[in-house]
């Protein structure tokens, strides 16, 4: 079992930037693959970035490409979004979610646990 607690969200400007928080407890974190994910109202949840388990690969949706970077510390059991000019459009909640599986892993039904979100909503 793993345990995910989200950080770092909030009101933002168009164009400003935050960093999300994902802390880790239970199992070993290294072990597994880490993502993130938003649902905006009404919609689905999507996939926003993914980082292998040793971070040596990461991989994003088309819409945050270049603008948002996924990191983790395994030494802290943590794992970062750092998002950069922030567009209105990505107003969402935002989740962490660990998966037990190799390879570029983008879809929510292949991830087994999930943080319980942060709101990011950036203003225009």
């Known amino acids: 079992q793993v345990h995910l607690v989200e950080s770092g969200g909030g009101l933002v400007q168009a164009g400003g930037s935050l960093r999300l928080s994902c802390a880790a407890s239970?199992?070993?974190?290294?072990?597994?693959?880490m993502g993130w994910f938003r649902q905006a109202p009404g919609k689905e949840r999507e996939f926003v970035a993914g980082?292998?388990?040793?971070?040596?690969?990461?991989y994003y949706a088309d819409s945050v490409e270049g603008r948002f970077t996924i990191s983790r510390d395994n030494a802290k059991n943590t794992v970062y979004l750092q998002m950069n000019s922030l567009k209105p459009e990505d107003t969402a909640v935002y989740y962490c979610?660990?998966?037990?599986?190799?390879?570029?892993?983008?879809?929510?039904?292949?991830?087994?646990?999930w943080g319980q979100g942060t709101q990011v909503t950036v203003s225009s």
């Open positions: 979610a660990a998966a037990r599986v190799f390879g570029r892993v983008r879809t929510t039904k292949e991830y087994d646990y």
């Open positions: 239970g199992r070993t974190f290294s072990i597994y693959t």
């Open positions: 980082i292998s388990f040793r971070g040596g690969s990461t």
